[in-house]
């Protein structure tokens, strides 16, 4: 028996022997085979990831809209129904409690999809911060699976099971509908998001549905099936944030270059602490490129003229590009260009400001 | 999980063929799994001293770097230099092409044979 919380794909991950991590209290698979080989299927062709340690978190009833607006920097309330949205929710001082996409389900539905680390807690504040309302929040997070299929095959291969026309699915936008897979028709709520660079999908399914729709998936042929380290990799080029390296309750959207997500003339928990830090000095994201093959790690120091100015918070040595990138968190005022050094286990190697991303996918007609 | 009997093993994770006074030391199948996709191998110089179970390099995954321990004593005599373009031959062979580094042998350090090492990482 497996303890609780756990994956409903966790039969099949150990069928195949994948290395299992704790992630976020839950038993993931970190790999199948091997982190590049899953990241290069990921740029070239396809890869499933599980992502059912996140979190799906019903909003409805006819205080929906307005706890949502309350609860997030950005405003979703004028979403229409269909999109998604990426923000975050910060605490009353303006720390960031978890960055999430929030889609739109119907006028007075909507769906959150809180990082697994942060789940109970963003359940915990849209509760709390619901007040007295109308409007019931639902953790389903148990009872459902989540499914993301990435890559420049994803939508020939998700089209083979969906009755979606995905052509017809543009990015940040989701619906629902039906897969068929071991002969068996299952409802499903179907989102172009993604965390890989690539076009791609995440799919939401019930968890007595899981296993049928990951093994029909698996086994198309230009399927891989693809773990945390390689999830890790594609974001990091991809140059997109990941909670507990760039994000933590002690930056604001602002420090890390998400002051585009904050709406602040609605109101939410945060925004006069927002206001204040959007009006003055802190920190920047940014990216870095360096030489050789020796990454710097999240933690390590930043210097400019022989002055600490920062940390890393990711590095790796980049599968798709063959040299080291890293995002880090360093005081206003670096250009692009500009050459500074990292301290790298005790000796220093140069790096080189760059914008993010690292990297983007090929325009396809 | 492969653990040759042909050699001899560290608690650490590494094997080490002696020949005379030469040895060859890699890293086990166990470890190099552990490790996963290695990316980048520092290994000790030509005639660097290296002391039985003292740090003598790392070895680095595309998630973590891990320290490699000597097994021995004595003197660097010779590093796989492969592994500088291709360092993914730790996970392809671990045992044969994957090698790190041979050592002129001044002093063994603590050493178990596969059945020891066996049991060391639980088969």
Same mark, same amino acid.
């Given at each position: 028996?497996?303890?609780?919380?756990?994956?409903?794909?966790?039969?099949? !991950?150990?069928?195949?022997?994948?290395? /299992?991590?704790?992630?976020?209290? *839950?038993?993931?698979? /970190?790999?199948?085979?091997?982190?590049?080989?899953?990241?290069?299927?990921?740029?070239?062709? @396809?890869?499933?990831?599980?992502?059912?340690?996140?979190?799906?978190?019903?909003?409805?009833?006819?205080?929906?809209?307005?706890?949502?607006?309350?609860?997030?920097?950005?405003?979703?309330?004028?979403?229409?129904?269909?999109?998604?949205?990426?923000?975050?929710?910060?605490?009353?001082?303006?720390?960031?409690?978890?960055?999430?996409?929030?889609?739109?389900?119907?006028?007075?539905?909507?769906?959150?999809?809180?990082?697994?680390?942060?789940?109970?807690?963003?359940?915990?504040? &849209? +509760?709390?911060?619901?007040?007295?309302?109308?409007?019931?929040?639902?953790?389903?997070? &148990?009872?459902?699976?989540?499914?993301?299929?990435?890559?420049?095959?994803?939508?020939?291969?998700?089209?083979?099971?969906?009755?979606?026309?995905?052509?017809?699915?543009?990015?940040?936008?989701?619906?629902?509908?039906?897969?068929?897979?071991? @002969?068996?028709?299952?409802?499903?709520?179907?989102?172009?998001?993604?965390?890989?660079?690539?076009?791609?999908?995440?799919?939401?399914?019930?968890?007595?549905?899981?296993?049928?729709? *990951?093994?029909?998936?698996?086994?198309?042929?230009?399927?891989?099936?693809?773990?945390?380290?390689?999830?890790?990799?594609?974001?990091?080029?991809?140059?997109?944030?990941?909670?507990?390296?760039? &994000?933590?309750?002690?930056? +604001?959207?602002?420090?890390?270059?998400?002051?585009?997500?904050? !709406?602040?003339?609605?109101?939410?928990?945060?925004?006069?602490?927002?206001?204040?830090?959007?009006?003055?000095?802190?920190?920047?994201?940014?990216?870095?490129?360096?030489?050789?093959?020796?990454?710097?790690?999240?933690?390590?120091?930043? /210097?400019?003229?022989?002055?600490?100015?920062? %940390?890393?918070?990711?590095?790796?040595?980049?599968?798709?590009?063959?040299?080291?990138?890293?995002? %880090?968190?360093?005081?206003?005022?670096?250009?692009?260009?500009?050459?500074?050094?990292?301290?790298?286990?005790?000796?220093?190697?140069?790096?080189?400001?760059? %914008? &993010?991303?690292?990297?983007?996918?090929?325009?396809?007609? | 999980?492969?653990? =040759?009997?042909?050699?001899?093993?560290?608690?650490?994770?590494?094997?080490?063929?002696?020949?005379?006074?030469?040895?060859?030391?890699?890293?086990?199948?166990?470890?190099?799994?552990?490790? #996963?996709?290695?990316?980048?191998?520092?290994?000790?110089?030509?005639?660097?001293?290296?002391?039985?179970?003292?740090?003598?390099?790392?070895?680095?995954?595309?998630?973590?770097?891990?320290?490699?321990?000597? =097994?021995?004593?004595?003197?660097?005599?010779?590093?796989?230099?492969?592994?500088?373009?291709? =360092?993914?031959?730790?996970?392809?062979? =671990?045992?044969?092409?994957?090698?790190?580094?041979?050592?002129?042998?001044?002093?063994? #350090?603590?050493?178990?044979?596969?059945?020891?090492?066996?049991?060391?990482? #639980?088969?």
């Amino acid at each position: 028996m497996h303890e609780a919380p756990f994956s409903p794909l966790l039969n099949a !991950h150990e069928r195949v022997d994948a290395r /299992l991590t704790d992630f976020a209290g *839950w038993q993931m698979p /970190l790999r199948f085979e091997s982190d590049l080989a899953e990241h290069q299927a990921v740029r070239t062709k @396809a890869g499933i990831f599980d992502l059912s340690h996140m979190g799906q978190v019903e909003v409805s009833g006819p205080g929906a809209a307005q706890l949502i607006d309350h609860s997030f920097v950005g405003l979703s309330s004028t979403m229409e129904i269909g999109r998604a949205k990426y923000t975050m929710m910060v605490a009353e001082e303006g720390g960031v409690l978890d960055d999430l996409i929030v889609y739109r389900l119907a006028e007075a539905e909507f769906l959150v999809i809180p990082n697994g680390v942060n789940r109970t807690l963003v359940v915990d504040e &849209l +509760t709390r911060r619901g007040g007295e309302g109308d409007t019931a929040v639902i953790d389903h997070t &148990l009872s459902r699976a989540l499914i993301a299929v990435q890559g420049p095959v994803a939508a020939e291969v998700l089209q083979g099971f969906v009755d979606i026309d995905l052509t017809q699915l543009r990015n940040y936008r989701c619906t629902s509908g039906f897969l068929t897979v071991a @002969a068996r028709t299952v409802p499903t709520l179907v989102a172009r998001t993604g965390y890989s660079g690539e076009d791609g999908f995440e799919v939401s399914i019930s968890a007595n549905d899981a296993e049928d729709v *990951w093994e029909a998936l698996a086994a198309v042929e230009q399927v891989s099936r693809c773990g945390l380290a390689a999830r890790d990799s594609l974001r990091l080029e991809a140059g997109l944030p990941l909670y507990g390296n760039e &994000l933590s309750a002690h930056t +604001t959207p602002y420090d890390v270059g998400m002051g585009r997500l904050v !709406h602040l003339d609605h109101d939410f928990v945060g925004r006069e602490a927002l206001r204040k830090r959007s009006e003055g000095e802190g920190t920047a994201l940014i990216g870095l490129v360096g030489e050789g093959r020796r990454a710097a790690r999240a933690g390590a120091s930043v /210097l400019q003229e022989g002055e600490p100015i920062g %940390a890393i918070t990711s590095g790796i040595l980049s599968p798709t590009l063959g040299y080291p990138i890293a995002m %880090a968190v360093v005081t206003e005022g670096t250009v692009e260009g500009q050459v500074v050094d990292v301290d790298v286990r005790g000796r220093t190697f140069p790096m080189e400001v760059v %914008a &993010l991303p690292f990297y983007r996918r090929p325009k396809t007609t | 999980m492969s653990v =040759p009997t042909d050699r001899q093993y560290s608690a650490e994770h590494e094997w080490i063929i002696v020949d005379g006074n030469v040895a060859t030391v890699g890293i086990t199948e166990y470890a190099s799994n552990a490790l #996963g996709d290695v990316v980048y191998t520092e290994l000790p110089g030509v005639s660097e001293e290296v002391t039985a179970g003292e740090v003598c390099g790392e070895i680095e995954s595309t998630k973590s770097v891990s320290d490699l321990y000597s =097994p021995v004593s004595g003197a660097i005599q010779d590093v796989n230099e492969d592994l500088a373009d291709a =360092p993914e031959l730790v996970n392809d062979d =671990p045992y044969g092409k994957g090698w790190l580094f041979t050592v002129q042998v001044s002093e063994l #350090g603590e050493l178990m044979d596969a059945a020891a090492y066996a049991n060391h990482i #639980g088969e």
